[in-house]
């Protein structure tokens, strides 16, 4: 191939942020199309170029592993798309078919200072192979895990101990090492949900790019016409597959669906530390009566944004029970809110459980008022259930200069489950279509979520709900969706 020049541009903005982080792990999810595996090759351009020089002989070396599932795949899919960019004829370059195949590319620093970048490029997949075995004496630069969420877990934990060995201390070292990985959206119960999602670690980022019909969607210039909406078509029998393939959410079971899909955004709406209670602002509590007693306790802040704080769920417990775990739960965590308690509290909960079954018996609402001594009361809206599904999907589509108007911690994991795929509508094979249940299924995620409702309805969220009600009706024909922008993009020139 005659030398020349060639231009890649960055699919979007969050593809250009992966793209130039120097995080040690990286991580990008996205839709089918939506250019990662050319974002990747590109990290494998940048990390050469940015490597410092020899102190011997002036030559930017680094190396890199290619992991697949199996060769067969890396052969049909990664190989092909990595050829695209450097052909195996690349002037400068030496192609090894393999397998393993190999790929090094020679060509001067773009920057013309005299010095030589040299990337030395393997591809080899897992098959039948232990990974420990693949990798025992490789010492790459880098590693990237091609469809990460269809290889084991240990292949990460493989990579990370090989990658910054080479080039030799020698030469300088490595400038930067580590590993990147690219996946479709992974199941919530995959480990690349917990290692780049739920638990990261310190030095892990994770990237999820828009779903394809998303505003902000990349890469749609390089995308036939109407891409997205002819594979939704195509694939309308099977929501589960447009789920992750087009709209970039996790993959939820496929026995039933959640109830805030598309509505609860998992990277935006929970956080993996722990939120703290604002002082000076109203604790809301909310409990369920049902077969796993539960209560729940958040804040809405003065913007109206909810922060869900701390979860107490019981199993087969009594009113008397809950009241106790309650009761030290405000003890320990909030005692500056159970001083006042009269003022600083707002609990709400079950309205079913104020109604007595035996007249001559407390109710299970009665019992919890007299053994915490806090003012409980039924919470608003007649246990209808579309006000209480509202008040949380109302929460979520909120947007306070940037800062999302719910959110999730570290210490109401349940919750955050619930929302991701616990708490769901059951699936219904009804001649041979997949549908869904009116109501959410009873589970041990329904009473839970069920609390968190009346918490966030007994502590304003329901007054607040009917006047935007009735805000939209009355502006109703007024309003108009925004496009949105596009972030910034980066042009690279690839010599070729």
Not at 164 to 174: D, E, F, V
Not at 326 to 354: F, H, I, N, Q
């Amino acid at each position: 191939m005659a030398a020349g020049l060639r231009t890649w541009v960055s699919p979007g903005p969050v593809a250009s942020a992966f793209y130039l982080s120097d995080s040690y792990i990286n991580g990008i999810m996205g839709p089918v199309g939506s250019g990662k595996t050319s974002t990747c090759i590109m990290r494998a351009l940048r990390v050469g170029i940015a490597q410092n020089p020899s102190p011997i002989d002036r030559v930017r070396r680094t190396r890199g592993l290619i992991i697949r599932d199996t060769y067969e795949n890396a052969k049909r899919t990664v190989i092909p798309s990595w050829q695209t960019w450097f052909p195996p004829n690349l002037a400068g370059s030496q192609w090894i078919a393999g397998p393993p195949a190999k790929h090094i590319l020679r060509f001067p620093h773009p920057s013309g200072d005299g010095t030589t970048v040299e990337i030395e490029v393997m591809f080899v997949g897992l098959g039948e192979h232990n990974v420990e075995d693949i990798l025992r004496g490789f010492e790459p630069t880098w590693v990237w895990i091609n469809e990460a969420d269809l290889t084991p877990e240990a292949v990460l934990d493989h990579a990370i101990l090989r990658v910054g060995r080479y080039p030799s201390m020698l030469h300088g070292g490595a400038t930067w090492s580590g590993v990147w990985c690219d996946f479709n959206a992974f199941p919530l119960t995959s480990w690349c949900y917990r290692r780049f999602v739920a638990e990261p670690a310190s030095n892990v980022r994770f990237f999820r790019q828009p779903g394809g019909l998303e505003p902000g969607a990349e890469n749609l210039e390089n995308l036939p016409s109407g891409y997205y909406e002819k594979i939704v078509a195509a694939n309308e029998n099977d929501p589960w597959y447009v789920d992750r393939m087009v709209h970039n959410l996790f993959a939820y079971p496929r026995d039933g669906k959640p109830v805030f899909l598309r509505v609860y955004n998992d990277t935006r709406h929970a956080v993996n530390y722990e939120l703290r209670p604002v002082q000076g602002v109203k604790l809301a509590l909310g409990y369920d009566a049902g077969r796993t007693p539960s209560c729940i306790i958040g804040q809405y802040l003065p913007d109206w944004r909810w922060i869900t704080l701390d979860e107490i769920i019981l199993d087969g417990a009594i009113a008397e029970d809950l009241a106790e775990a309650v009761l030290k739960v405000l003890t320990d965590r909030y005692p500056d809110w159970l001083a006042d308690k009269r003022v600083m509290l707002e609990a709400s909960g079950d309205p079913a459980a104020s109604n007595p079954n035996d007249t001559s018996a407390l109710t299970f609402h009665d019992t919890l008022r007299r053994a915490t001594g806090i003012r409980w009361k039924p919470a608003p809206g007649n246990n209808v259930l579309d006000p209480r599904i509202a008040v949380i999907a109302q929460a979520c589509a909120l947007d306070r200069n940037g800062k999302p108007g719910f959110l999730v911690g570290s210490k109401t994991p349940v919750i955050r489950e619930a929302l991701n795929f616990g708490y769901r509508y059951a699936a219904i094979q009804r001649a041979g279509r997949l549908e869904y249940g009116e109501k959410p299924e009873k589970n041990s995620y329904s009473h839970p979520m069920d609390g968190l409702q009346y918490a966030m309805l007994g502590a304003g969220g329901y007054e607040r709900m009917r006047l935007k009600k009735q805000a939209a009706n009355d502006a109703q024909g007024h309003g108009g969706a925004s496009a949105g922008r596009r972030g910034p993009r980066i042009t690279y020139r690839i010599p070729g």
